[in-house]
T-cell receptor, first 115, second 109 residues
Framework: GAVVSQHPSWVICKSGTSVKIECRSL??????MFWYRQFPKQSLMLMAT?????????EQGVEKDKFLINHASLTLSTLTVTSAHPEDSSFYIC???????????FGSGTRLTVV | AQRVTQPEKLLSVFKGAPVELKCNYS??????LFWYVQYSRQRLQLLLR??SRESIKGFTADLNKGETSFHLKKPFAQEEDSAMYYC???????????FGQGTELSVKP
């Protein structure tokens, strides 16, 4: 149980376009989801905390206008990278916190390449 | 502020040797600590958390509040243990999870 599905698993887009990444909780309700960014062989950097029905809380240094987060339902959070540039190329991972045992479950990640 | 430090970027051992992956943390309250493992091309998986005090795949970790450490140990490493290991901290249950830099464990035959 407690599976998070992340889609797409990889995407290539042109510079200047926007890309949407979806994170769904399949068998539970996720009131809180987290979005991370991971560079090769590096750690997960927390970008923002997404709360259902309210605005996301962004970490210091993360541009909220560039990385739009929407958490309109208890099973879906989306991250939209707007006007993407090559430096936005990275691995993006979502996570949901579990109210049953206060653990966390992670999506499989999305590899974004901006050309 | 929450901070997790994993001083070793890479740890290479031979099969059957003991392993210790270091993790130190900084947090003013009582944190929850976790170890996550990421095998090649797979998603992050929970290895263990300090409140469970259980051993998974032979790994154990003890929270030492005096030294603010949560080192991960295994007495006899196996080749299949080769992976990236991340120590993580949450300041409150279900709150944001902050990760250390990660340690790549390489177990050689």
């Amino acid at each position: 149980g407690a599976v998070v599905s992340q889609h797409p698993s990889w995407v290539i887009c042109k510079s200047g376009t926007s890309v949407k990444i979806e994170c769904r909780s399949l068998d539970f309700q996720a009131t809180t989801m987290f979005w991370y960014r991971q560079f090769p062989k590096q750690s997960l950097m927390l970008m923002a905390t997404s709360n259902e029905g309210s605005k996301a809380t962004y970490e210091q240094g993360v541009e909220k206008d560039k990385f739009l987060i929407n958490h309109a339902s208890l099973t879906l959070s989306t991250l939209t990278v707007t006007s993407a540039h090559p430096e936005d190329s990275s691995f993006y991972i979502c996570s949901a916190s579990l109210t049953t045992n206060y653990g966390y479950t992670f999506g499989s990640g999305t590899r974004l390449t901006v050309v | 502020a929450q901070r997790v430090t994993q001083p070793e970027k890479l740890l290479s051992v031979f099969k059957g040797a003991p392993v210790e992956l270091k993790c130190n943390y900084s947090y003013s309250g009582s944190p929850e600590l976790f170890w996550y493992v990421q095998y090649s091309r797979q998603r992050l998986q929970l290895l263990l958390r300090h409140i469970s005090r259980e051993s998974i795949k032979g790994f154990t970790a003890d929270l030492n509040k005096g030294e603010t450490s949560f080192h991960l140990k295994k007495p006899f490493a196996q080749e299949e243990d080769s992976a990236m290991y991340y120590c993580a901290l949450s300041g409150n249950q279900g709150g944001k999870l902050i990760f250390g830099q990660g340690t790549e464990l390489s177990v050689k035959p």
